[in-house]
């Protein structure tokens, strides 16, 4: 975190890297940029954002499967919308568990919930890579592997 932090101050983003830096943040934290972020999409304003930036914004409200967007075309008024995107997309198995251990439950929940989490994205949502052992993964490394 204090890399990423750094890389956002470097950048000049100030209010990323403080984001970045009370990670991963209380649910009250957590429920104020999802409603930040959905504010950002009712709005269309979403589209002034790179999609990385999303990508972390919805990371830090504690969405860590798929992200809904809304981008706003050249016309104000004409609203495109865009396919949603993984959030964990391009992450190993192991990356993707880790998600949903420290982002995706909270401080309370003990380590089964994470593991059923991770089971349903994997075998339903199809949103996170199938535990592999190391002498695979390193072969499909970020890829969803059926």
């Known amino acids: 975190l204090q ?28 429920d104020d940029i999802a409603e930040r972020l959905a504010l950002l999409r009712k709005e269309g304003v979403d589209s002034h954002i790179s999609c990385s930036h999303l990508r972390l914004y919805e990371l830090l409200s504690g969405n860590i499967d798929r992200a809904e967007t809304a981008r706003t075309a050249a016309n104000r008024d004409q609203i495109e919308q865009v396919e949603p995107f993984d959030v964990a997309a391009g992450l190993d198995w192991k990356r993707a568990f880790g998600l949903r251990l420290w982002y995706g439950t909270s401080f309370e929940s003990d380590l089964r919930e994470a593991v ?31």
């Open 3 to 30: 890399r990423a932090c750094m890389a956002a101050i470097d950048s000049g983003d100030l209010h990323l890297s403080t984001l970045i830096a009370q990670c991963p943040g209380d649910s009250e934290q957590r």
């Open 116 to 146: 059923d989490s991770y089971d349903h994205a994997v075998h339903e949502l199809r949103t996170a890579p199938p535990p592999l052992p190391k002498y695979r993964a390193e072969l499909h490394m970020g890829e969803l592997v059926t």
